[in-house]
């Protein structure tokens, strides 16, 4: 685990310095397991991330911007009322431990003195968000409750009094010495690095694999040292905040990991690490949430038309015989005379064939020669007329499973925002019922909200994330010479360069967004096709995103996220800027 002790002691630090003396005067809950704290601070407005998600639980600063729900959780309506208005006094760590402590004070309704204790407890599934009045160490309420029947060793429910998570007698590691270490390890039993996660508090397998790593040849004497240099380090607070990847996995730490031998992103603090590390991820698993039934409904239908399309084509097939079907039935005719009931196939001569071969027809021997005939003229019409209607059927069933495929691919990227909107089309496209909403007034849709970047010389790039905002940005708001761009023959996003003659560094980036956002952006080399606004056209009675265009070009791009990031970052500073 990357986010342990010595993780929790570098945030703890950042969230002293940045939040000590501040006043809470927000608290949003964006999602299930997720509070956002702003805090103005010496002059400045900070968000706080709080997170006990079971995969993704963490604490730091963060600039990115969550979308809250219109009606807040109950737990969220809590903190508001404690928590709201009151100053954080002091940001601590127990115990070395992934335990964070927001001691406040503020003034109820009456007036008084109020001291209350935010408890962030990061123990993976196990994670908590916890308020407590201080004056009586009482559970106000939690983000999970947990009865008796639950955890027998603690109880987290409203009124209770707050127990913290058992310690197992670990040691606190700035504490150590040379002698403890020793005493704690048993240089014969071996797994040295699992011997010390199990020794010392806030330890986590990342950090004692790279005391022992840096130990050489670990022994009683170079790897007391190693691991007391790098409690050191922490204690003096020399932190190097970096990620790591080689392609499949990825890892960060607050010290330099020499013993993964990968080269490291560093990053200015640990908040801005956590940011960059975590925010795609915890945003997936939201949208995954709420997303779920309509993925798993469009794999569902993708699924029935991939399989009434082999029908069809196997029913063209048939059509395709046509020909055939009149060839025998005129033959028959001719040879009449040849033909005797109870007979299963016949040999005639072909009189089509310039070489004058002959040809076999199979027979019902149950039917008399005329009706043998008359049967192969019936299958001929019946063959004849369905072709056209199976061809149209096919090429219908082909654009259903390609727009399957597209809200799928668009789901891959999706904001909570964004489903929202690709739940109102599959409404409107009949897929979903619409939801019954009591005693609600129907009010005016608002036009699609649209992702925004910016390029490295200041020209804007607008991107649909789903098929009503490519339909919005591509028909109605894009002026007829803005650059519009779209992977070639792949599902993906509308992307629109706001500019007449935008520069070839902006049209490579604009085309980056566009193979980013598609089915194709774990792919290399990807082609993106790129034309004037007034050469695209959506064709009458189209699905919803579907348009054609002409006089395209072709770019080849690999999508670079880090490129991406940056184009958001661009249009955050921009938006920032006062007008």
């Known amino acids: 685990m990357s986010f342990d002790g010595v993780f929790t002691y570098a945030i703890v630090g950042e969230l002293q310095e940045a939040l000590a003396g501040g006043r809470i005067t927000k608290i949003h809950q964006p999602s299930a397991y997720e509070i956002v704290l702003l805090v103005r601070a010496r002059g400045h407005n900070h968000k706080v991330m ?258 009434k399309l082999a029908k069809l084509e196997q029913t063209l097939e048939e059509a395709k015989k046509a020909d055939a079907y009149r060839l025998y039935g005129e033959l028959l005719t001719a040879h009449l005379y040849a033909i005797k009931r109870g007979m299963t196939e016949i040999e005639v001569a072909n009189y089509y064939d310039e070489n004058g071969g002959t040809i076999t027809i199979p027979l019902d021997p149950q039917k008399s020669p005329s009706e043998n005939a008359q049967q192969y003229f019936q299958k001929y019409q019946k063959a004849k007329n369905s072709f056209a209607v199976v061809q149209e059927q096919i090429e219908r069933t082909k654009e259903d499973i390609a727009y399957c495929d597209t809200i799928l691919s668009q789901l891959e990227t999706a904001s909570p925002k964004d489903v929202e909107e690709i739940r109102d089309e599959l409404i409107e496209q009949g897929y979903l019922r619409p939801r019954a909403a009591k005693g609600a007034k129907k009010r005016k849709p608002a036009a699609p909200e649209l992702d925004r970047y910016v390029a490295s010389d200041g020209t804007e790039i607008l991107v649909g994330k789903n098929n009503k905002q490519n339909d919005y940005l591509t028909t109605k708001l894009a002026h007829k010479d803005d650059v519009w761009l779209h992977v070639k023959n792949i599902p993906g996003s509308h992307v629109v360069i706001r500019s007449k003659q935008p520069s070839d560094e902006t049209l490579l980036e604009a085309a980056n967004l566009a193979a980013y956002f598609s089915k194709a952006r774990h792919s290399g080399s990807v082609p993106v096709d790129y034309t004037r606004i007034r050469y695209v056209k959506k064709p009458s009675g189209a699905k919803p995103g579907f348009v054609i265009y002409e006089h395209e070009q072709t770019l080849y791009v690999t999508p670079d996220e880090e490129l991406v990031r940056a184009m958001k970052q661009r249009q955050k500073e921009q938006a920032a800027k006062p007008s």
């Open 50 to 307: 709080l997170s006990a998600h079971p995969t993704y639980a963490r604490v730091h600063l963060t600039n990115e911007t969550y979308n809250n729900p219109s009606e807040p959780p109950m737990f969220c309506m809590r903190m508001r009322k404690q928590l709201e208005g009151s100053i954080i006094e002091s940001v601590r760590q127990v115990d070395f431990d992934r335990i964070i402590v927001m001691d406040t004070k503020g003034r109820d309704e009456l007036g008084d003195l109020q001291t209350k204790r935010l408890i962030i407890e990061v123990m993976g599934r196990h994670s908590n968000i916890i308020l407590v009045d201080a004056s009586t160490n009482t559970i106000i309420d939690s983000l999970k409750h947990l009865p008796p029947s639950v955890n027998r060793y603690r109880t987290v429910l409203p009124g209770h009094p707050y127990v913290a998570p058992p310690t197992h007698g670990k040691l606190n590691p700035l504490e150590a010495t040379e002698e403890t270490v020793l005493k704690k390890i048993d240089f014969h039993a071996g797994k040295l690095a699992h011997q010390l996660v199990s020794a010392f508090s806030g330890i986590s397998p990342l950090f004692a694999n790279e005391a022992v790593f840096r130990a050489g040849l670990a022994n009683r004497t170079t790897l007391p040292k190693s691991f007391l240099a790098l409690i050191d380090d922490v204690r003096h607070r020399r932190f190097a905040p970096m990620m790591y990847t080689n392609g499949e996995k990825e890892w960060f730490y607050v010290l330099p990991l020499k013993h993964l031998k990968i080269e490291g992103q560093p990053f200015a603090s640990a908040s801005e690490l956590l940011d960059r590390f975590y925010f795609g991820k915890a945003e997936r698993d939201r949208v995954k949430q709420q997303a779920h039934d309509i993925e798993r409904l469009m794999a569902n239908e993708k699924a029935k038309n991939e399989k």
